[in-house]
C-alpha cells in the first residue's frame, strides 16, 4: 500500500529504543513508501535501516525539523507483510520489546543493515603534490592515504589500525584528496547471478548472436548469462545484444536448490503410510478446524507417529491452495525433517535457519516472499516466513527451550505461533511426547484442546528402562569418583554390540572435561570475564569458555604456583568418546555435537553414516535427544541424568524429565524391542521414576503441585529483569532503586512477589557483572504495567537492562 497522498512515516528502527520515529516522505519517494517497507534513514550522524509501521497526514515536530527519508531499499515489494507487522507489534507490546528490534528478527538478518561512515579518496598525485608543498597534509598523513587509495574504508577502521588517524582524516579531507561520506550495504553476504531476458525477436541476426537469440526462445526468453555461456554463446555476442535492446541483463539473487541443503543425506524411501486408529482420529480433529483458528496439544508418546499427522495436515492445506510452517527446535532437525517434506513436496518447500549462508537464507526467504513455497521448516525464525495464504502452523516438541530467544527481544516462538494462527484466524498444532508445563495447563483450562496418541505405530513397544544407581560404584582412579560407563552399562552397551545393532549414548556436555585442576594449589582455571571454569578440548589443545568464547592453550604449568599436575575433572563427549574407543575398540562411533558439527554439511554427513549403519554407536548431547528415527537403534544410554537436577532453576525436574523421556524415545522404534540405562545418583527423585515409566501425566500431577506450592508459573506470570554492566557499583545502584520502585509499583497487584535484586547464580559473563530480580504474579496484565511504568522510563550509564517476560532461563 503506497503512501498516497500522506506526506509522513512513521518507522521503527532495530534499536534498543520503543518509540517510532517520524520521517518525511520526499515527493519522488511517495509510490515507492509503503506499509512495511525497508527504507534508508538518518539516525543522529550515521544511516542505517528502517522500517514503514504506518502513515500519518501531520506529526507535531516543526517541518523543518524533520528528517527526510533517504531512499527505499525494497525494489519490488515490502519485505514486511501487514500480518507479520501486526504480528510483531502484539509481540512487542507483551514482551515489553522494542518495535524495531521484534521487525529485525522476522527478516533475515542481513536484510537490517546499519549505515557506516567511510573514507574515499577523491584525489590524485599532482593533487597530493600539491597540498605536501603547501604544507596542507603532512607526510605522516600519505599513510591513511596509502590505505583509501587502495579501498574505500570505514572510519572505524581507519581509527583502529592508523595511528594518529583523526587528525590526518581532518587534513587531507580539507585539502579535497578524501571525502567522507555514508554507505548501507543491503542484504550484505548475497550473491548473485547475471540474466540474460529476451526483449524481440529481429527477422536476421549474424549467426553468433543467432545462436544467442535461439537459445533464449528455446528456454522461455531468459538463461543465465552461465548458462548461455557454457552452451556455446560468446560473451561479445551477448554483450552485442544487449546494446542492441534486444535482451536486456538483469542482476538476481542466485537461487539455492534443496540438493545443497540436503547434501550427504539419502533420500527417504517413499513408502505406503498405514496410519493407526489414533493418528486418523488425530488428523479429523484438526482437519474439521482447517479455515477458523484453533489450537490443539498433540500429547503423544515417542515413536506414535505424530511427524505423519503433522505431514497429513500439511498436505491437507497444501491441496487447499494454502501454505503451512512447521517449526522445529534444534537446527540438527531440519535436514531429517526437510528430506521428508522434499518426498510429500518436491521442490516446494523451503528451508530457513541460520546456519545457511547469507546468500541461502535470502534466497529461501524471498522464495517464500513470493509465493514460490508451499511449506517451510526451521527453527524459531521461520515462524515469521512471510506467507500469503497460510494455513496451518506446526510446532513439534512444542515444551523445547530452544524456542525461547535468550537475547533481546526475548520472545517465545511457540506462544507466537498461537498468536499468529489467532490473528491469522487458522488451527495451530503443538506436538510433544513431554508437553510443556503452560501448554498442559492451557489444555487443562480449555484453551487448547488436547489430543493424546498413547500407543506406538504399530503397536511397537516402549522401551524398558533400568536406572543404575551410581553412588554404589567404583570409579577409575583418574575420574576422581566420577562414573563414566558402569560396569552394568559396559555389559548392556556389549550384549548390543555383538548382536550387530546400534545405541545412542547421551552425555550432556561437550568438550574433554568441564574443569582444568591444579593438584597443588587447586586453581581451577576460572574464565577471566566470566563465573565460570573454562572448559577442557583435548582435541584443540585449548580451555575455551563457553559462555564468552575466550580460548587459550592448555598450560602445562600452573600460572599461579608453577604446579606441573594439571588434571582435567569431570567429563564432557571428547572424553566419553577416549574411553569408548579404549573400551570398545572394534566399534565404530561418532559423535554428535556443536563442535563435530561446525563445518558445513558435517552434521547430515554423521547422521547419515549412522542411519546407513556405518558406525554403531553415536555419542552426542541434547541435539540427540529428540526427533531422530533411527530403527536400527535398541539401547540409548544416558551417562549422567543428574546434570540439570542440580540447577538453581524451578524447571529444573521438568528438564529432566523432559531430556530422559525424548532419549528413551530414540530406543526400539523398529522391528527389535528397545532399551534405555540411566546411570543417576538420585534415582527416587520423581523426574527419573516417572521418565523410568514413560508417565507424562503422573509427573505433570507432581510438578503442577510443587509449581501451585511456591507460586511459580504457570500457576502464575513471571518477568525476570537482568541488570549488567562492566562495573559492579553501578549494576548494584541500578538493581536496588529498581527493586523499590517495583515494591511500590507492584503494591497494587494482589499476591505479587519480588526476589531480589541479588547477584544472579552467573554473576559475571563476558566481562559483565549481572544482577537479578525475579517477579511473580497471579495477574499477568497488571504484573506488565507496573514492569513497564518502572522499566522504560528510565536509564542508567553504563547499565543495561533486559526484560523477560516468561523467562525459561533464569541463571
Known amino acids: 500500500m ?119 579518496f577523491v584525489g590524485d598525485d599532482a593533487l597530493i603534490a600539491a597540498a605536501m608543498a603547501e604544507r596542507r597534509i603532512l607526510p605522516g598523513d600519505l599513510e591513511l592515504l596509502g590505505a583509501v587509495r587502495q579501498r574505500r574504508l570505514s572510519l572505524a577502521k581507519i581509527f583502529e589500525t592508523i595511528r594518529g588517524a583523526r587528525p590526518a582524516l581532518a587534513r587531507v579531507r580539507d585539502a579535497g584528496l578524501v571525502t567522507v561520506g555514508d554507505r548501507l550495504e543491503d542484504a550484505r553476504g548475497v550473491r548473485y547471478d547475471r540474466f540474460a531476458v529476451l526483449e524481440m525477436s529481429p527477422e536476421s541476426l549474424p549467426p553468433k548472436q543467432q545462436l544467442v537469440h535461439d537459445l533464449l526462445a528455446a528456454r522461455g526468453g531468459e538463461m543465465s548469462i552461465r ?28 537461487r539455492h536448490t534443496l540438493d545443497a541443503f540436503l547434501a550427504g543425506l539419502d533420500a527417504q524411501p517413499a513408502v505406503e503410510i498405514r496410519y493407526s486408529g489414533e493418528q486418523l482420529r488425530a488428523i479429523a480433529t484438526v482437519r ?93 525464525s521461520a515462524l515469521f516466513t512471510p506467507f500469503q495464504r497460510l494455513g496451518l502452523i506446526v510446532v513439534d516438541e512444542e515444551g523445547d527451550g530452544a524456542y525461547k530467544q535468550e537475547e533481546s527481544p526475548r520472545y517465545n516462538a511457540r506462544d507466537l505461533a498461537v498468536v499468529r494462527a489467532r490473528l491469522r484466524k487458522i488451527p495451530v498444532v503443538l506436538g510433544s511426547a513431554t508437553p510443556s508445563l503452560e501448554s498442559r495447563e492451557n489444555a487443562e483450562r480449555g484453551k487448547y484442546t488436547l489430543i493424546r496418541m498413547t500407543s506406538r505405530v504399530e503397536d511397537r513397544p516402549l522401551p524398558a528402562v533400568e536406572v543404575i544407581d551410581i553412588r554404589g560404584e567404583k570409579g577409575e582412579k583418574e575420574d576422581r569418583g566420577l562414573i563414566l560407563f558402569s560396569g552394568r552399562l559396559k555389559e548392556e552397551l556389549r550384549r548390543v554390540f555383538d548382536l550387530g545393532e546400534q545405541a545412542i549414548i547421551l552425555i550432556n556436555r561437550r568438550g574433554y572435561a568441564p574443569y582444568l585442576l591444579c593438584r597443588q594449589c587447586e586453581n581451577d582455571f576460572h574464565c577471566r570475564d566470566c563465573s565460570v571454569t573454562m572448559t577442557v578440548h583435548r582435541k584443540s589443545g ?27 575433572i569431570g567429563f564432557g563427549t571428547e572424553k566419553v568418546e577416549e574411553r569408548f574407543r579404549r573400551d570398545f575398540p572394534d566399534v565404530a562411533v561418532d559423535v554428535l555435537d556443536r563442535d563435530s558439527t561446525r563445518r558445513k554439511g558435517e552434521l547430515v554427513r554423521i547422521l547419515d553414516r549412522f542411519r546407513q549403519r556405518k558406525t554403531q554407536a553415536l555419542i552426542g548431547t541434547q541435539m540427540l535427544s529428540k526427533g531422530h528415527h533411527f530403527p536400527d537403534v535398541t539401547m540409548t544410554a544416558v551417562l549422567n541424568a543428574d546434570s540439570i537436577l542440580g540447577y538453581p532453576d524451578f524447571r529444573s525436574a521438568e528438564k529432566t524429565f523432559y531430556l530422559l523421556t525424548q532419549v528413551a524415545g530414540r530406543s526400539g522404534r523398529g522391528e527389535r524391542l ?21 508417565d507424562y501425566e503422573a509427573f505433570y500431577a507432581e510438578e503442577i503441585q510443587f509449581r501451585r506450592t511456591f507460586h511459580y508459573p504457570p500457576v502464575t506470570s513471571m518477568i525476570a529483569l537482568l541488570f549488567r554492566g562492566e562495573e559492579l557499583p553501578a549494576v548494584e545502584r541500578a538493581a536496588i532503586e529498581c527493586g523499590k520502585a517495583l515494591e511500590r509499583a507492584t503494591g497494587t497487584v494482589a499476591g505479587t512477589r519480588i526476589q531480589g535484586p541479588a547477584p544472579a547464580p552467573l554473576a559475571r559473563i563476558k566481562g559483565y557483572f549481572r544482577y537479578q530480580i525475579l517477579l511473580r504474579s497471579p495477574h499477568r496484565a497488571g504484573l506488565r504495567s507496573a514492569v513497564e511504568g518502572v522499566m522504560l522510563p528510565r536509564r542508567w550509564n553504563g547499565v543495561e537492562v533486559a526484560i523477560d517476560v516468561d523467562p525459561i532461563n533464569i541463571l
Open 2 to 120: 503506497p503512501s498516497g497522498l500522506s506526506p509522513f512515516a512513521e518507522v521503527a528502527i532495530p534499536l534498543a529504543v520503543h518509540e517510532t520515529f517520524s520521517y518525511a516522505i520526499p515527493d519522488d519517494l511517495r509510490q515507492e513508501v509503503r506499509l512495511g517497507s525497508r527504507v534508508e534513514v538518518p539516525l543522529g550522524a550515521k544511516l542505517t535501516t528502517g522500517f514503514v509501521v504506518s502513515f500519518a497526514d501531520s506529526i507535531s515536530i516543526e517541518s523543518k525539523r524533520i528528517r527526510k527519508i533517504r531512499s527505499v531499499l525494497d525494489e519490488e515489494e515490502p519485505a514486511l507483510t501487514p500480518e507479520i507487522i501486526a504480528l510483531c507489534r502484539w509481540a512487542a507490546e507483551y514482551y515489553i520489546a522494542p518495535l524495531g528490534e521484534m521487525l529485525r528478527v522476522a527478516l533475515p538478518a542481513n536484510m537490517a543493515a546499519r549505515g557506516r561512515r567511510e573514507a574515499t
Open 227 to 254: 548458462a548461455l555461456e557454457l552452451a556455446g554463446a560468446s560473451p561479445a555476442s551477448i554483450e552485442t545484444l544487449a546494446k542492441k535492446t534486444i535482451l536486456r541483463i538483469e542482476r538476481r539473487p542466485r
Open 288 to 380: 474439521e478446524s482447517l479455515g477458523r483458528f484453533g489450537a490443539f496439544l498433540i500429547e503423544g508418546v515417542t515413536g506414535s507417529g505424530k511427524t505423519e499427522v503433522y505431514i497429513e495436515l500439511m498436505r491437507e492445506v497444501v491441496r487447499r491452495g494454502q501454505q503451512a510452517v512447521l517449526l522445529v527446535p534444534e537446527i540438527s532437525l531440519t535436514p531429517v525433517f526437510a528430506s521428508r517434506l522434499k518426498e510429500r513436496f518436491g521442490e516446494r518447500i523451503a528451508i530457513l535457519h541460520s546456519s545457511l549462508s547469507a546468500s541461502e537464507r535470502y534466497d529461501q526467504w524471498w522464495r517464500a516472499h513470493r509465493g514460490q513455497v508451499d511449506v517451510a521448516i526451521g527453527p524459531r
Open 542 to 568: 585449548l580451555l575455551i569458555c563457553h559462555y564468552c568464547g575466550l580460548r587459550q592453550p592448555i598450560p602445562t604449568k600452573c600460572p599461579l604456583c608453577g604446579g606441573e599436575v594439571l588434571q582435567p
Open 674 to 694: 528397545g532399551r534405555v540405562v540411566i546411570q543417576s545418583a538420585f534415582p527416587a527423585h520423581y523426574a527419573v521414576q516417572h521418565a523410568l515409566r514413560h
